[in-house]
């Protein structure tokens, strides 16, 4: 299972985006998927969490403006951001809590921490 975000970039504050990550491989279904994101010189934090079934939670700094969302069809997690905020900078990553899959003739059905390679999302105020 790999992952493969897309969509940062520069933008305004008050501007908006919206961040892609897409699972790949002999992918039956993913668990939990999540955005974090690291700025510099801090910890990586999580921004917004949401289930298999569909049901988001959000750290309290982007309840609100941001919006994350999933398509099980596509095995791929969204993430709406609205009302950006020069804190908002960072590098993006997202991340899959484990999936089921095919390889070979069996199906595994793993809890392997997942990540993508990260997207640069930078607010210039």
């Known amino acids: 299972v790999q992952l493969q975000a897309s969509g940062g970039g520069l933008v305004q504050a008050g501007g908006s985006l919206r961040l892609s990550c897409a699972a790949s491989g002999r992918i039956i279904s993913v668990n939990d998927m999540a955005w974090y994101r690291q700025a510099p010189g801090k910890q990586r934090e999580l921004v917004a969490v949401i289930t298999n079934g569909g049901n988001p939670s959000y750290a309290d700094s982007v309840k609100g403006r941001f919006t994350i969302s999933r398509d099980n069809a596509k095995n791929t997690v969204y993430l709406r951001m609205n009302s950006l905020k020069p804190e908002d900078t960072a590098v993006y990553y997202c991340?899959?809590?484990?999936?089921?899959?095919?390889?070979?003739?069996?199906?595994?059905?793993?809890?392997?921490?997942?990540w993508g390679q990260g997207t640069q999302v930078t607010v210039s105020s």
């Open positions: 991340y899959a809590g484990g999936a089921t899959y095919f390889s070979g003739d069996n199906i595994v059905a793993d809890k392997i921490d997942y």
